[in-house]
């Protein structure tokens, strides 16, 4: 190529050019998220593309703000290695700032390890275990929605009141289940109740509960206590029903969401009593924000979890765009920023996130409608108490270090 | 109260009676296993999903058709029987001459792909499926008290599995057969026709696993990941029972499952894991399996 005065003067203007294009590429920053849960097991339902089409609402609804946001999703096929795996390479391999969800406790738990550890903020929704924001709480977590001392204290609190002081447990064998019976067994107990035994069952791959339901029946018990979530507490309501056991006990699901009341039928589930923090026909906020989602999720109605996934995603994105994208990578930065702002949505109203990551939110005691009384697509809940923010959740536990300081 | 062994008897007498029906889907299951393994030489990885899809044929009939769970009961084994035949005509077939390896893989990958579809269509949830009105209800034995459907299992699943041993061991049928799996060529030389004999055993196969779907539809929700509970489990049930032993696979799928239920009685954690440790002990002792011939 013989060289030009022309073709000189346009590379010199093309070299002049170079040292502005990365700068201006700096001041267009952008966020990504990462939505991390059950995509193929027995919670897929209940959380699964669904939290990750709320996440993108939450993205779509808070519009530009100067930098752009991409939400990644993966499956952690409820195992704790892989889920860590996956959050390891979305902080050092795929720049992700921010995972959300998270449902399965042992993986949850698995993923604030790997969290703390590269400084990536951590806003879970989906998991139960009130570890995350006692024992093993971290400056970079924050617990969304429920956990399992608010449905202890609400569905079993309920339950003991209502007369069932003698309790029998199904529970799943893992961190969520064994920590679900503990906690409600101190409110039966607080209560003047009594617990008279347990099934653990392993989790994940049961479907068959008739032996643990056998066993339940023989103890002699009021309440069936089912530390259970998905589709394992739809199948153990199914067979308790098969086996005739709402003859004699009653049936306290203490984790269960609409979806899975969807599952198992109004026929079945009518007159159970169920805890969640977000029901979609609550007040005009959970109304409107169900009917712009619905279509998305279809056929499904959000829970609390995928209401709290939206909630959660939006609120960081508020806090992002008050510290300033460019500190986004700072996960204690973003998730300090999150504590201190309230949080105001139309899911769970007005809140607050407390110093140790717990998002206090009033907690609502439902009981599910006979199949008579439902009047459309999932009228499926008729509110029995209200439990207010400042009592519904653990008071701080001393194990966590963030309440020390 | 009479107790036996610190649980009390009627409580017992309970689990031993669902541990039999839980036995009855392994055996209907090992089975098939069994029958394809004795006759292919393939290790039909694919079953469970097989077993998943007679479930979803018998739900598909009922809320697509309006086609009701007997004549499900019939339907459904032949319209999975029949795509076990097209699934043999296809791949399998090709893979005689190469190591059981291949086949392993090969089903391996067809039940990876057969679940994802329909968890991608329907769920992980489960979708409700009625039990039958005729069978609706429950008997009280005084022990405990029996869903009347999970009684029809056992005698529909005892009914089946030895109709499926007679018809082996007992008519001219199972007499060529089995001589095809001992001598193919030979067999052949009698003007039998192998290849499809092969063809339509793998559809009788599978449309045992299918038969057991829709048995077991109405007790467990339709599921995509119904089969993946199962499939393992069986596939120890077979190991025990002896690689390929029709009568083995029946005995092991019933005493394992009554075994198993038990062991939820003492001990419910391990209630996942005895199976193996029985799988094992029996290897330790016969590698062969117990009812297997060593080679």
Wanted: positive net charge; contains cysteine; hydrophobic residues 50%.
């Amino acid at each position: 190529m013989s060289l030009t005065r022309r073709t000189l003067l346009g590379s010199a203007a093309a070299a002049a050019a170079l040292p502005a294009a990365p700068r201006a590429r700096a001041q267009q920053t952008s966020i990504k998220i990462g939505v991390l849960n059950d995509m193929s097991g027995p919670y897929r339902d209940l959380g699964g593309l669904h939290d990750v089409a709320c996440v993108k609402q939450a993205v779509q609804e808070f519009g530009p703000k100067g930098f752009n946001v991409d939400v990644i999703f993966a499956d952690h096929q409820n195992k704790p290695d892989i889920g860590a795996g996956i959050a390891r390479q979305w902080f050092d391999r795929d720049g992700v700032d921010m995972i959300i969800d998270v449902n399965t406790s042992s993986v949850a738990l698995a993923v604030n390890q790997v969290c703390a550890e590269k400084n990536g903020a951590y806003v879970n929704v989906g998991a139960a275990t009130t570890d995350l924001t006692g024992r093993q709480c971290t400056p970079v977590t924050i617990h969304w929605s429920y956990d399992n001392y608010m449905l202890a204290k609400s569905t079993g609190g309920a339950m003991v009141k209502a007369g069932g002081t003698t309790w029998y447990f199904i529970t799943a064998d893992y961190v969520f289940g064994k920590q679900l019976e503990a906690n409600t067994t101190r409110f039966v107990n607080e209560a003047g109740g009594k617990v008279l035994g347990s099934s653990l069952y392993p989790f994940p791959g049961t479907t068959d509960f008739s032996s643990f339901l056998l066993s339940a029946q023989s103890s002699g018990a009021k309440v069936l206590g089912l530390a259970n979530a998905g589709a394992d507490t739809v199948n153990s309501i199914k067979q308790a029903a098969e086996f005739g056991l709402k003859k004699t006990m009653k049936v306290a699901a203490l984790l269960m969401f609409i979806t899975d009341v969807h599952g198992v039928g109004l026929e079945t589930a009518q007159g159970l009593v169920l805890t969640e923090s977000f029901y979609w026909d609550l007040n005009d906020g959970t109304r409107a924000f169900t009917s712009r989602i619905k279509s998305k999720m279809a056929p499904f109605y959000p829970n609390m979890v995928n209401a709290g996934c939206y909630s959660g995603a939006l609120h960081y994105l508020k806090a992002i765009a008050d510290l300033g994208a460019a500190k986004a990578r700072d996960g204690k930065a973003a998730i300090e920023r999150m504590k201190a702002m309230p949080t105001e949505d139309e899911c769970f109203g007005k809140a607050r996130v407390r110093g140790d990551g717990l998002l206090l939110v009033p907690s609502y005691l439902f009981e599910v409608k006979a199949p008579a009384e439902s009047k459309g697509p999932w009228d499926y809940y008729k509110l029995l108490a209200t439990t207010p923010a400042g009592q519904a959740f653990e008071p701080p536990d001393a194990a966590c270090q963030l309440n020390h300081a | 109260m009479m107790t036996i062994l610190g649980v009390p008897a009627p409580l017992l007498f309970g689990q031993l009676l669902l541990g039999l029906i839980n036995g009855a889907f392994y055996a209907l299951l090992s089975l098939g296993l069994a029958v394809i393994f004795g006759m292919l030489n393939i290790i039909n990885f694919a079953h469970g999903a097989l077993f998943m899809t007679g479930a979803f044929v018998a739900w598909m009939l009922l809320n697509y058709l309006g086609i009701g769970y007997w004549p499900a009961l019939i339907l459904a084994p032949l319209i999975v029987g029949a795509f076990g035949l097209v699934l043999e005509k296809l791949f399998i077939s090709r893979l005689y001459k190469l190591d059981p390896l291949y086949g392993l893989l090969l089903t391996f990958g067809l039940a990876l792909i057969i679940e994802g579809l329909f968890r991608n269509y329907y769920g992980s949830s489960g979708m409700p499926y009625q039990i039958p009105t005729a069978l609706d209800g429950a008997v009280n034995l005084g022990f405990m008290y029996l869903p009347k459907y999970r009684g029809w299992v056992v005698i529909a699943a005892v009914v089946v599995c030895f109709g499926t041993w007679a018809v082996l061991e007992k008519t001219r049928l199972g007499a060529t057969l089995r001589a095809a799996t001992e001598n193919a060529p030979l067999v052949q030389a009698f003007g039998v026709n192998v290849p499809r004999m092969v063809t339509l055993t793998y559809g009788g196969g599978v449309a045992l696993a299918a038969f057991a779907g829709v048995l077991a539809a109405p007790i467990y929700s339709v599921n995509p990941n119904m089969g993946l509970n199962f499939i393992i489990v069986v596939f120890a049930v077979v190991v025990i029972g002896g690689m390929g032993s029709i009568l083995g696979a029946i005995v092991a799928g019933f005493a394992l499952g009554i075994i198993e239920g038990l062991t939820k009685v003492f001990y419910p954690q391990g209630s996942a894991t005895v199976i193996f440790v029985v799988m094992a002990i029996v290897l330790l002792i016969r590698p062969a399996g117990l009812f297997g011939k060593t080679a």
